[in-house]
């Protein structure tokens, strides 16, 4: 059973930046994505990485603001976000790419004020 554990998020104002950690438990390298929840939307994808860091997909609305990054030898895939907008605030999950929907974990909030 894979885990994985988000953190980084929290309270910041909009222009600011943010660090978002995932910690996975799994023993092979998956393309990893990570996708955010507004309150009374659905899931929506973020960023992609694929196993290697050989390539990254972002959606339109964060492309040029979000980095998305893996250390394979960490077991950890993070997104840097810069720039924060308020229509950034969501629950911040990460998971496989395309997502296995028994993986999805906590995800860690991220709040952005105006």
């Known amino acids: 059973q894979v885990q994985l554990v988000e953190s980084g998020g929290g309270l910041v104002q909009a222009g600011g930046s943010l660090r978002l950690s995932c910690a996975s438990s799994?023993?092979?390298?998956?393309?990893m994505g990570w996708f955010r929840q507004a309150p009374g939307k659905e899931r929506e994808f973020v960023a992609a990485?694929?196993?290697?860091?050989?390539?990254?997909y972002y959606a339109d609305s964060v492309k040029g603001r979000f980095t998305v990054s893996r250390d394979n030898a960490k077991k950890m895939v993070s997104l840097q976000m810069n720039s924060l907008k308020p229509e950034d605030t969501a629950v911040y999950y990460c998971?496989?790419?395309?997502?296995?929907?028994?993986?999805w974990g906590q995800g860690t909030q991220v709040t952005v004020s105006s």
């Open positions: 990485i694929s196993w290697n860091g050989g390539n990254t």
């Open positions: 799994a023993r092979t390298f998956n393309d």
């Open positions: 998971n496989v790419n395309p997502p296995i929907s028994y993986y």
